[in-house]
Nanobody
Framework: QVQLVESGGGLVQPGGSLRLSCAAS????????IGWFRQAPGKEREGVSC????????YYTDSVKGRFTISRDNAKNTVYLQMNSLKPEDTAVYYC?????????????WGKGTLVTVSS
């Protein structure tokens, strides 16, 4: 069974850090671009970051550049999102998704999400 499972969310104070994990089962991440998306209450889902399947190229939305880092460990079939200097506006449910291509478009598989709350 194909699954993507996110973990690592939680409550953190502004300025703090979290590392999200996206573990795949039932398929090999090597051939998939993996993206992190988020949806805040009352807002549309937005793309946060993407890592390509071929050469590990990365993409970040402007609001997280310099604060978030996406990485992949193909041996562990896992992708990570290191989030530093967190802000209250980063509060959202974070989802990972995989696309059988080199780009984070038309995602094939989605996880169920993990909640990140940034609050003092």
């Amino acid at each position: 069974q194909v699954q993507l499972v996110e973990s690592g969310g939680g409550l953190v104070q502004p300025g703090g850090s979290l590392r999200l994990s996206c573990a795949a089962s039932g398929f090999t991440l090597d051939y998939y671009a993996i993206g992190w998306f988020r949806q805040a209450p009352g807002k549309e889902r937005e793309g946060v970051s993407c890592i390509s399947s071929s050469d590990g190229s990365t993409y970040y939305t402007d609001s997280v550049k310099g604060r978030f880092t996406i990485s992949r460990d193909n041996a562990k079939n896992t992708v990570y999102l290191q989030m530093n200097s967190l802000k209250p506006e980063d509060t959202a449910v974070y989802y990972c998704a995989g696309a059988r291509s080199d780009y984070c478009l038309d995602m094939d598989y989605w996880g169920k999400g993990t909640l990140v709350t940034v609050s003092s």
